[in-house]
């Protein structure tokens, strides 16, 4: 009897294994296969995309009025008095279902306005094109200033069986869906690895929906590896999680039944 037990346990923790682990077709030891690269393509600002624009020079006072339009919603007062916020401070909060980014808007005609260098339109561009953009009117104001363009509002939502699901601001433009896993605090148990949801939307305002598999490698090629603003993944429970629930439902019930019982053996005594 007791070895019949330890076989099934065996095999119990063989399936469990097989389910949760990541990268399976790595080998365990030896030496391991290089993985190919995927393609990253820096994404382009879009109509109402959120931008930082830092520009940095000798005085810092001098750019005071362009950076204080990053802090608060400050383009609707650039000529209050800021301090310059550090590049630490740039950064976003990595969950942010709570706040607002801050920065400046990209409008309906693709353009930010930007207190002394006035409209410059960005859509289309990507963050490093804008920044050279940026730059050749900053040239005009400015002694050798440098310009620093990031978003502030790369959002990205993950949501299913993750340990944190919400949306998350991220911190930079590379970010892979293993990125995003991580932020997440990566999947429970219940979460199936073998069918990941990724739902890109399109500019047209049409979706596309890919599926990876995390236990295999050649998810890291894909071209949907690296993802692009306001993507939204969903990581599905597997049928283990509707068993479990079946029987903590049973357990309550039968906790319940046991309760009632008692109460009535009670009840009939007393009486």
């Keep these: 009897m007791p070895s019949i037990v330890a076989l099934s346990l065996l095999f119990c923790s063989c399936a469990t294994t097989k389910k949760t682990r990541y990268f399976q077709d790595i080998a365990d030891s030896g030496r391991l296969k290089n993985i190919p690269r995927a393609e990253y393509i820096e994404p382009n600002i879009q109509v109402d995309d959120i931008l930082t624009v830092i520009i940095q020079t000798i005085d810092p006072q001098a750019s005071g009025l362009v950076n204080a ?8 007062n650039p000529t209050t008095s800021m301090p310059i916020p ?18 400046y808007l990209v409008d309906k005609e693709g353009t930010i306005t930007i207190p002394i260098l006035g409209k410059i339109k960005v859509a289309g561009m990507t963050t490093s094109r804008a920044r050279d953009m940026i730059q050749t009117h900053a040239d005009s104001f400015y002694k050798s200033p440098s310009v620093i363009v990031r978003f502030a509002n790369f959002k990205v939502n993950i949501a299913g069986e993750v340990l944190r699901p919400g949306t998350y601001t991220m911190p930079n433009e590379r970010v892979s869906i293993l990125d995003a896993i991580t932020m997440a605090g990566d999947l429970t148990i219940f979460g199936r690895r073998g069918n990941v949801l990724l739902i890109r939307e399109n500019p047209d305002g049409s979706r596309t929906p890919f599926r990876f598999d995390l236990r295999k ?38 906790i319940l039944a046991s309760i009632l019982t008692v109460i009535i053996v009670v009840a009939t005594r007393v009486n």
């Design 217 to 254: 490698t050649d998810f890291m090629t894909s071209p949907y590896f690296y993802l692009k603003q306001n993507d939204y993944i969903y990581v599905e429970p597997d049928k283990s999680k509707a068993a479990s629930l079946d029987q903590a439902t049973a357990r309550n019930y039968a």
């Design 86 to 103: 550090s590049i630490s401070a740039m950064a976003p909060p990595v969950n942010s279902n709570s706040t607002s980014p801050v920065g």
């Design 69 to 76: 339009g990053n802090v608060g919603g400050g383009q609707n």
